[in-house]
């Protein structure tokens, strides 16, 4: 009988529940022993496993998070840690293992599946900052969230006539506030992949006064050069000469909490059955995206030697409508 662990790695993602859950069922109806590990690979190392059968799993789709738990495994950078995770799985008599997590959590998958380990990793971050994947488990929700506080902030930006800044997540993407920012109709967005000054973003707030606005949103990415309350300060300090009182509200990690909807639902139960697929058809050593809206493998190798680049498309449709 073939014996499969599943892991949650690195940082939650609404959907991750639902994952599990496709994995663990998939797994049993090919007549295969399902086991879960407890806290990521932090858990793998010390050798948290527990066998999870179709009720384990059951009222579980629903919920945010990982009921797995997750952790930062540091010791997995070392030869040390990796070979203590192999042998692990190999007292276990584990033949198969799928990883739900980012770029750090492929990274280990990779990792393990060069010493020899059978692995199929699934693209699971709010962030969406992997390369190979269309979209991953978690950020649509993530956006939702974000674009949910934008529309409640300018009810209020709009009723006393003020600027507010949203830091939402992202210390090395800034997709997140992007997308949030165009889809939430953001008078400007400040994120890590393009260079803005205080100085920029105070000329784009006095040219859309300039142009009849009497209120904005700004998005800001917490990974930009600037974020929120630098940016907040900078303004305080300059006032006299820049004209704007910016109030922020920080989203935080609000932004990984709350319910999966719908697509991520549906993306975490096809990449999760996708895994299994792939294990039982003898191929490992990839990762489970979506791509042109199909599920679709590719080698860890390509996910973990390439970094997603946001669209140039889209960075030039927010500053057209940011008019």
């Given at each position: 009988?073939?014996?499969?662990?599943?892991?949650?790695?690195?940082?939650?993602?609404?959907?991750?529940?639902?994952?599990?859950?496709?994995?663990?069922?998939?797994?049993?109806?090919?007549?295969?022993?399902?086991?879960?590990?407890?806290?990521?690979?932090?858990?793998?190392?010390?050798?948290?496993?527990?066998?999870?059968?179709?009720?384990?799993?059951?009222?579980?789709?629903?919920?945010?998070?990982?009921?797995?738990?997750?952790?930062?495994?540091?010791?997995?950078?070392?030869?040390?840690?990796?070979?203590?995770?192999?042998?692990?799985?190999?007292?276990?008599?584990?033949?198969?293992?799928?990883?739900?997590?980012?770029?750090?959590?492929?990274?280990?998958?990779?990792?393990?599946?060069?010493?020899?380990?059978?692995?199929?990793?699934?693209?699971?971050?709010?962030?969406?900052?992997?390369?190979?994947?269309?979209?991953?488990?978690?950020?649509?929700?993530?956006?939702?969230?974000?674009?949910?506080?934008?529309?409640?902030?300018?009810?209020?930006?709009?009723?006393?006539?003020?600027?507010?800044?949203?830091?939402?997540?992202?210390?090395?993407?800034?997709?997140?506030?992007?997308?949030?920012?165009?889809?939430?109709?953001?008078?400007?967005?400040?994120?890590?992949?393009?260079?803005?000054?205080?100085?920029?973003?105070?000329?784009?707030?006095?040219?859309?006064?300039?142009?009849?606005?009497?209120?904005?949103?700004?998005?800001?990415?917490?990974?930009?050069?600037?974020?929120?309350?630098?940016?907040?300060?900078?303004?305080?300090?300059?006032?006299?000469?820049?004209?704007?009182?910016?109030?922020?509200?920080?989203?935080?990690?609000?932004?990984?909490?709350?319910?999966?909807?719908?697509?991520?639902?549906?993306?975490?139960?096809?990449?999760?059955?996708?895994?299994?697929?792939?294990?039982?058809?003898?191929?490992?050593?990839?990762?489970?995206?979506?791509?042109g809206g199909k599920i679709v493998a590719t080698p860890l190798s390509q996910v973990t030697s390439g970094k997603r680049v946001l669209d140039a498309e889209l960075l030039a449709l927010a500053k057209v409508l940011a008019h």
């Amino acid at each position: 009988m073939k014996r499969v662990a599943v892991l949650t790695s690195g940082g939650d993602a609404p959907g991750m529940n639902a994952a599990v859950r496709a994995i663990v069922r998939s797994g049993v109806a090919r007549g295969w022993a399902m086991f879960g590990v407890r806290l990521g690979y932090a858990g793998l190392l010390g050798g948290d496993l527990v066998e999870l059968g179709p009720r384990d799993v059951g009222g579980i789709i629903q919920r945010g998070g990982t009921f797995l738990g997750s952790s930062r495994c540091f010791e997995m950078h070392t030869d040390v840690g990796l070979q203590r995770a192999v042998d692990v799985l190999q007292r276990r008599g584990i033949t198969g293992l799928i990883v739900i997590g980012g770029d750090g959590s492929q990274a280990g998958a990779f990792a393990l599946s060069r010493k020899g380990v059978e692995v199929v990793g699934v693209a699971s971050t709010i962030d969406n900052d992997l390369p190979c994947t269309d979209v991953s488990i978690g950020t649509t929700t993530a956006i939702d969230i974000a674009l949910e506080a934008i529309d409640r902030l300018r009810t209020t930006a709009a009723s006393h006539q003020r600027a507010f800044l949203l830091e939402v997540m992202g210390r090395n993407s800034g997709y997140l506030g992007l997308i949030a920012g165009i889809a939430g109709g953001a008078e400007a967005i400040v994120i890590p992949e393009v260079p803005t000054d205080p100085e920029m973003l105070g000329a784009e707030l006095r040219a859309c006064r300039e142009r009849g606005k009497q209120h904005a949103i700004v998005v800001v990415a917490e990974g930009a050069a600037f974020n929120a309350q630098m940016l907040a300060h900078y303004f305080s300090e300059h006032h006299a000469r820049l004209g704007f009182d910016l109030r922020v509200t920080q989203l935080g990690h609000v932004q990984r909490g709350g319910n999966p909807g719908v697509f991520d639902r549906m993306l975490a139960t096809r990449l999760g059955a996708g895994a299994v697929d792939r294990l039982g058809a003898g191929e490992h050593g990839v990762m489970m995206g979506f791509l042109g809206g199909k599920i679709v493998a590719t080698p860890l190798s390509q996910v973990t030697s390439g970094k997603r680049v946001l669209d140039a498309e889209l960075l030039a449709l927010a500053k057209v409508l940011a008019h």
